[in-house]
Nanobody
Framework: QVQLVESGGGLVQAGESLRLSCAAS????????MGWYRQAPGKQRELVAAITRGGTTNYAVAAQGRFTISRDNAKNTVYLQMNGLKPEDTAVYFC???????????????WGQGTQVTVSS
């Protein structure tokens, strides 16, 4: 069993910053990709940012220039630094990890429980 534990969400005012973190634990051989998705009420879940084990990143257009994703491979942890938050960033943010469990090269997709980010005006 693999668990993703998220932290760092909360309520902030527009223009402020938050740093989300997500630590993976369990019988993990390696993690190929870690990322953050978000889902606002009435909308589909969307990619915010993702990062491979080698450090290649991918950002949603809305996140470019404001958000930075990083990871600590030794700790199996991914971070999302969110600066200049806007009310439209309000959503539940989910951590995602694509995990190799040590048998072959099959990747398993795991999700965290989600953490609420609310940005007020």
């Amino acid at each position: 069993q693999v668990q993703l534990v998220e932290s760092g969400g909360g309520l902030v005012q527009a223009g402020e910053s938050l740093r989300l973190s997500c630590a993976a634990s369990g019988s993990i051989f390696s993690i190929y990709t870690m990322g953050w998705y978000r889902q606002a009420p009435g909308k589909q879940r969307e990619l915010v940012a993702a990062i491979t084990r080698g450090g290649t990143t991918n950002y949603a257009v809305a996140a470019q220039g404001r958000f930075t994703i990083s990871r600590d491979n030794a700790k199996n942890t991914v971070y999302l630094q969110m600066n200049g938050l806007k009310p439209e960033d309000t959503a539940v943010y989910f951590c995602n990890a694509r995990v190799n469990l040590g048998v072959g090269d099959i990747l398993y997709n795991y999700w965290g429980q989600g953490t609420q980010v609310t940005v007020s005006s």
